[in-house]
Structures are given as structure tokens and as C-alpha cells.
């Protein structure tokens, strides 16, 4: 009998491309189902639109009376668009978004009903809370949270629902998703940021956090995908071997988009412009089926949202397709893996980039003052930074062989690094009138004409400046950005209130001109903070060698990086930057090896059952014939027949020895699993899942792949590399 694969291969080759034709402009669409400012001058009232615009930009709390306004408007607009339901859309620490949908339809007296939506519903629901992780914040049987309105981010229409994007916390207070501390970190970095930037610029009233990711992801057609057990639950495939063919002739990056994806892209980006998400890239990666999304960026909250969004979007369209997205760091061997690079960068409301270097001397010294307190806050808390992307599909990535390394460094180009060599020589205290005019004619003044060539770009840095923005290339492609946002704004945020301090202590002790004070500490910053600064090659091993003198971590495994979290001094931040108390932090640091834990638990139970339902069953299949064969040949060759045999024999041997193996090693999986189980601590269980579990997959699936080459292509039950990856 033909096998679940063959059957998949026949059907994905006969599949057309779903064509998909634009009829409007994208500009005319773009925001359509969002309820936002254009929609809002529309349906608000005056009062309620200001008040609401005044929430967005700052922080006001908007009155009971107008949410009522608010929410009445956005029904209208919303039933006016055929939406029946109404969600909280918020990001629970599951890693996914959650909904929970009402309808607006209520019955009244005398057997009528009507579709009503107030501002209390609009503001707070409180949705069973009792299945999310919080950590052992919220003891399950008080299962008491709610979610509550982020007017920062808008209303939009997916699905036939109206979403509202909200936080979601428990009753005493503390938070219980990925938004909340985001927000908190957000309005740490404009107070610290504003504070810094009025030494250079006094209309400066907020600074805002800009965040643009580039989502990576493979396609699969959808019934290979769903023939693949391994696929299906894990979201990679844990054996499978290399294909003859794989990447190395990189004929597939940035090469002409094949035309069934090139037909789904087409399709997504249509939904993302709708939900206001502004796509606008699009191109084949390294790997073949491996492409990439990004958006033009946007404030970092709503870039976050859009982000989860996007994710559970590209899914749906995905199978409208006949199509499986695989988001996953590493889905597979021997293949590029998928990252989100997170480009970020503070701007101010008067419309500065200050990642940017402008065109006066003090413009550009207020970009090196956020540049270099990029660095330091980096090189102060790389082991924070790391741990921010730690997760068991990123571990794939960092420290694996697979860009970038598990080590935190910056790369700044040689242009930046001259300048900062040329500062770490300014004078201790008052500056001369000639140092002073040298450095704005020939240090300071320079930059952006030293930047405009400043094209040398280094691919293995985990961090690295790139001309007006610093991109964190660790983050994972399934990770919600919210948690490396979180992290690198808040140490940002410190690093620029500490710097805050010294240059008015040197202003007001030392009478020092503010210019002279800003080059004084940024002199002693660049001193210190230069280890974490590197231009080499991040894969080699001397790197790694030359990052332990330095003093940098390099915490390959998941557990470990994820001690970084609960370290003294991360506890301590967060505490002083008001983004999380002790008890949330470590509760988050709770919760992430719990889904460490069980993660690597699936992919075990997953690879011990292929192992011994799939494979090892077809490889005694094929035995069974070569024993017949061998049979047969001793009935024609009687004594003779060991020389006509001797390959038969060799394979059925080798066969046997596969089997034994993957016996033995699944059995003592399980084992370890059995062990690793009843381990109370949720750290060490973490860290024997890590170190006694998981190094049997590497094992297992030796073996698994040796057999797939062994055993006879037309019964091999598993839907081989090349298909999967070729198929088109
Ligand atoms: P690549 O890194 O692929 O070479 P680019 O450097 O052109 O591509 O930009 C990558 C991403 O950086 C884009 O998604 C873009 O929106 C984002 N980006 C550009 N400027 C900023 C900024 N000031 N803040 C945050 N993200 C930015
Ligand atoms: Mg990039």
C-alpha cells in the first residue's frame, strides 16, 4: 500500500496557484478595518476624540463617560462592517495572542433584542484567567485577572470581531502578559530620554521607542506538512536526512519568488494592509521555502502588536494557500535557521531620530549621547539581553551552529569606532577653546559625512549599529518582541537617567560647561563599556576565547541564559525602572522554564514514538525483503549463494544494528525523562531536560537517518527532505 507520503507528494504537485489579483491601490486600503485617528475624527465626538488622542500621546486617563462614547462609536463603526463579536485581544505569557469573543447582540423586555457595547465593556473584561501561566502569581482557585483597555494601540476588525487590544493582569496588580511591562518600559525610556535630550534641545516633550522586525519563516505545502508527525506537533521536523541538494548553491536568496508564494504573499500582505500592518519587503531567504516580511517600523507597542498579529495572520492566510508557515528558529537541519531581527531606534516629538546623526555639531553630539549609552547599557547587561531571546526553538540558533553566536557583542563599523577611539582622547575636566573647536570641526562634525559611507556590514553581530538604528538580530522568529523591547528599553532607560546624574554632578560640582560635562562621562563610558564592542567574525572559535577574557557570558543552553533574569542586578532594574516588581520578574523567569521544560518533553515523547512506530517498523519491512531476497538466492546458488549475497547480508546487518541502537537509546530517553520528572525544583528539572534529555535526539536521529538511507525510497514512510524543501 502506497504510503501517507506518497500520497501527499502526488497531491502537492498537482496544486495551482491560488492567484490573487490587487485591484486597489494599497495606499487606498491600508488601515481599512482599524479605528484609527482617520476612522475616530469620523465617529468621535470632538471631546471624545481628543480625549482619546490625549491617552495616546500622553498617558491621560480617559473618563467613564467618554469610553461610554468611545465604545458606542466604535460598535457603529464596527456593525456598519458586518462585525457581529466583540474581543480583549491580549498577549497572555503562552508566547500567543488570546481572544475570548461576545457578541454585542442582548436580548431586552418584551422579546426584542439589540447590539449594544458600553464603556465598561470596552475598558475591562475579566476573562477566566485560570489557564494562562502567571507564574504562581495567582494561585488558580482566586482565578482573578482582567484585561483592560491600551488605548495606545487601535481597535481593529479580524475575523468578523472587533479586537481590542488590551493588557492582561492579575487583581493584585501585577502583570500577567507580555504588554504590561512592555508599556512600563516604554514610559521609563521617554522620562529618561526627554531628561537627556532638553541638554540639547529644549522643545523636546516626549521620546518614543521605534521598533521595526523582519519576520523570517519557511512555507510547506500543507499536506506534507500534515504528513509529518514531527511537523505537526513541533512546528519542525526532529529527523529527516539532508537532501543531495540543500542551500549551498544559494540559488534561492533573494532569487524571483516562486509563484505559488509569490501568490500567498501577495494575498498576506493584502490582510496586513487592511489591519493597518505596513508591510513593505518581501524576498526568498537563504534556505529554499525560506522567505522574509518586514514592515516599515512604527511605535514600539504597536509594532509589538502588529508583530503577534502578523504571526497568527500569516498562519490563516497561509492555508488559504494549501500552505503551512513555519515560524520555528530551526525547523530544519542543516538548513539557515529563522531569526526577527528587531530593528530599534528613540525618536522625539520633534521629529528626531536620535540614533541619527543630524547636521549641527550639537545634533551630533546628542547622537553620540544616545549611541554610547546604547553601548553601555548593552555591555552592562548583555547577559540580561541574552536571556531576553532565550527560548528552546532559539537554542537552536544561539550558541548552535547558526547565526548569531549565544555571546552579546556590538558591531559599530570602523568609521564609529575611529570617533569613539578619537573621544576616549578628550581632555579630563574643562576643554581647551582649541580642543573644543577640533572636536566640533573634526570629530563631532564629521559624522554623518564618515556615516554616508558606512557601508560595511558585519552579518555575525548579534547587535549592530546600522546607520540610524541598532538592529538585535538574536531575537527569535516565533518570539513575541514585546520581551526583548521590554529589556532593551529599560536598561536604556537606566543607563540614560545614570548619565543624567553624572553630567549634572559635573555641571553643578565641577562648573563644567554642559558640553564639556556630556564629553567627560562619555569619555569614561567609552573606557569601559569597550569589551563588548567587536567587528570580527562571531562564529570563531577565538572569538569565543577573546569573549571569556573580556568578560562577556556566553550561555549557550537555555537554563542557564535564563538565570540572567533573576541575577541581583536585573531584579534590581526592573525594580528602579518601575517595569517589574521582584515577584514579577520571577515569576516570568518561572514561567519560561516551565515552557522550556515542556517543550523539550514534546519533541521527546514526538521523536521516541516516530522512532518506534515509523521508522523502526519500515526498516524491519525492508529487512524482511532482503531476507527473502537472500532466501531466494540460496535456493538458485545453493553453496554459492554467499557471494551473490554479501551486500544483502551487510545491509541486513547494519539494519539490525540501527534498530538495536534506537531500542536502546529511546528507552533510555524515557528513562531520563522518567528522572528528570521528579525533580521538584523547576530549575534543575530545566536544566536535566536540558543536559540528560535532550543531547538523545542528536543520537536517535543518526540513527533514524542512517536507515533512511538504507531502506527502500518507495516504502520510506516519512516525507523525505528534498520533498518537503523542492516541492513547489
Ligand atoms: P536590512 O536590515 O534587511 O538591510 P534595512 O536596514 O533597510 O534592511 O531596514 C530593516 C528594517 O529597519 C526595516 O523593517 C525598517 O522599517 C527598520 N527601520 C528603519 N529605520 C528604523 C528606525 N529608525 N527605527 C526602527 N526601525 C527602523
Ligand atoms: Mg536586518
Redesign the pocket.
Known amino acids: 500500500m502506497p504510503t501517507l507520503r506518497f500520497h501527499a507528494v502526488k497531491e502537492s504537485l498537482a496544486r495551482k496557484p491560488l492567484q490573487i489579483e490587487e485591484t486597489k491601490r494599497r495606499s487606498e486600503i491600508f488601515g481599512e478595518n482599524v479605528f484609527n485617528e482617520n476612522t475616530m475624527r469620523q465617529y468621535l465626538t470632538r471631546n471624545a476624540f481628543v480625549s482619546v488622542m490625549n491617552a495616546i500621546q500622553h498617558g491621560t486617563k480617559i473618563k467613564r463617560d467618554i469610553a461610554d462614547q468611545v465604545a458606542v462609536s466604535m460598535k457603529d463603526w464596527a456593525l456598519s462592517k458586518g462585525v457581529t463579536h466583540y474581543t480583549h485581544w491580549f498577549q497572555p505569557l503562552t508566547g500567543a495572542t488570546a481572544e475570548k469573543h461576545d457578541a454585542f447582540f442582548e436580548t431586552v423586555s418584551g422579546g426584542m433584542a439589540i447590539e449594544k457595547f458600553d464603556g465598561g465593556q470596552l475598558v475591562q473584561q475579566e476573562p477566566d484567567a485560570s489557564s494562562f501561566p502567571s507564574g504562581g502569581i495567582r494561585n488558580t482557585f482566586e482565578a482573578r485577572g482582567y484585561t483592560a483597555w491600551d488605548p495606545t494601540s487601535p481597535a481593529f476588525i479580524y475575523e468578523s470581531t472587533l479586537c481590542i487590544p488590551t493588557i492582561f493582569v492579575a487583581y493584585t496588580g501585577e502583570a500577567l502578559d507580555n504588554k504590561t511591562p512592555l508599556l512600563r518600559a516604554l514610559h521609563a525610556i521617554d522620562d529618561a530620554a526627554t531628561e537627556v535630550c532638553k541638554y540639547f534641545d529644549k522643545n523636546v516633550k516626549k521620546v518614543s521607542s521605534?521598533?521595526?522586525?523582519?519576520q523570517e519563516y519557511f512555507l510547506v505545502d500543507k499536506v506534507l506538512a500534515a504528513s509529518r508527525p514531527d511537523i505537526t506537533l513541533t512546528g519542525r521536523t526532529l529527523l529527516g536526512h539532508s537532501s543531495a541538494k540543500g542551500q549551498q548553491l544559494d540559488d534561492h536568496y533573494f532569487g524571483a519568488i516562486p509563484t505559488r508564494a509569490y501568490n500567498f504573499m501577495k494575498d498576506l500582505e493584502n490582510e496586513c494592509m487592511l489591519l493597518g500592518i505596513p508591510a513593505?519587503?518581501r524576498h526568498n531567504e537563504v534556505a529554499p521555502n525560506q522567505f522574509e516580511l518586514?514592515?516599515?517600523?512604527e511605535e514600539a507597542n504597536l509594532a509589538v502588536d502588529h508583530n503577534s498579529l502578523l504571526m497568527d495572520v500569516i498562519g490563516r492566510v497561509a492555508a488559504r494557500h494549501n500552505f503551512k508557515v513555519l515560524l520555528h528558529e530551526k525547523p530544519f537541519a542543516g538548513m539557515n535557521g529563522s531569526g526577527k531581527?528587531n530593528?530599534?531606534?528613540l525618536?522625539t516629538d520633534t521629529g528626531v531620530?536620535l540614533?541619527?546623526p543630524g547636521k549641527t555639531p550639537m545634533s551630533n553630539l546628542q547622537f553620540l549621547t544616545f549611541f554610547i549609552n546604547t553601548i553601555k547599557a548593552v555591555h552592562t547587561y548583555e547577559a540580561l539581553l541574552r536571556a531576553s531571546v532565550a527560548s528552546a526553538s532559539n537554542e537552536h540558533r544561539l550558541g548552535a551552529n547558526e547565526a548569531p553566536p549565544a555571546i552579546i557583542s556590538i558591531f559599530i563599523g570602523e568609521q564609529l569606532t575611529k570617533v569613539l577611539e578619537e573621544l576616549e582622547g578628550v581632555t579630563k575636566g574643562k576643554l581647551s577653546p582649541k580642543e573644543k573647536t577640533e572636536l566640533k570641526l573634526n570629530v563631532v562634525g564629521k559624522i554623518p559625512d564618515v556615516l554616508l559611507d558606512n557601508t560595511d556590514?558585519n552579518r555575525t553581530s548579534p547587535f549592530a549599529f546600522?546607520?540610524?538604528?541598532f538592529?538585535f538580530r538574536a531575537v527569535g522568529s516565533t518570539a513575541n518582541c514585546a520581551n526583548p523591547m521590554t529589556v532593551l528599553n529599560t536598561i536604556v532607560a537606566k543607563q540614560l537617567k545614570d548619565f543624567k546624574v553624572e553630567v549634572d554632578k559635573l555641571i553643578n560640582g565641577k562648573s563644567l560647561k554642559k558640553d564639556e560635562a556630556v564629553f567627560n562621562v562619555l569619555r569614561e563610558y567609552i573606557k569601559s563599556c569597550k569589551p563588548i564592542l567587536f567587528e570580527g567574525n562571531g562564529y570563531d572559535e577565538v572569538w569565543e576565547k577573546e569573549a571569556e577574557k573580556r568578560g562577556l557570558s556566553n550561555n549557550k543552553t537555555t537554563p542557564e541564559a535564563l538565570q540572567a533574569k533573576v541575577a541581583k542586578e536585573s531584579i534590581d532594574v526592573f525594580k528602579e525602572m518601575a517595569v517589574m516588581s521582584e515577584i514579577e520578574t520571577k515569576a516570568r523567569y518561572e514561567i519560561e522554564l516551565e515552557a522550556y521544560i515542556k517543550h523539550i518533553q514534546i519533541e521527546s515523547r514526538v521523536l521516541g514514538d516516530i522512532a518506534r512506530n515509523h521508522i523502526v517498523p519500515t526498516a524491519v519491512k525492508y529487512q524482511n525483503i532482503l531476507v527473502e531476497n537472500v532466501k531466494g538466492l540460496k535456493e538458485i546458488f545453493d553453496k554459492d549463494f554467499k557471494s551473490v549475497s554479501k551486500e544483502q547480508i551487510n545491509l541486513i546487518q547494519q539494519i539490525s544494528r540501527h534498530i538495536e541502537s534506537i531500542h536502546a537509546l529511546v528507552t533510555d530517553m524515557i528513562d531520563q525523562r522518567r528522572q528528570a520528572n521528579k525533580i521538584e525544583t523547576v530549575e534543575k528539572r530545566a536544566t536535566t531536560y536540558c543536559n540528560k534529555v535532550k543531547p538523545f535526539f542528536k543520537d536517535i536521529r543518526y540513527h533514524c537517518d542512517k536507515l533512511e538511507l538504507l531502506v527502500d525510497d518507495e516504502i520510506w514512510p516519512l516525507t523525505k527532505y528534498r520533498e518537503l524543501l523542492f516541492t513547489r
Open positions: 521605534s521598533l521595526g522586525w523582519e513593505k519587503t518586514a514592515p516599515i517600523f531581527h530593528n530599534w531606534s525618536s531620530n540614533l541619527s556590514r546600522t546607520g540610524n538604528k538592529e
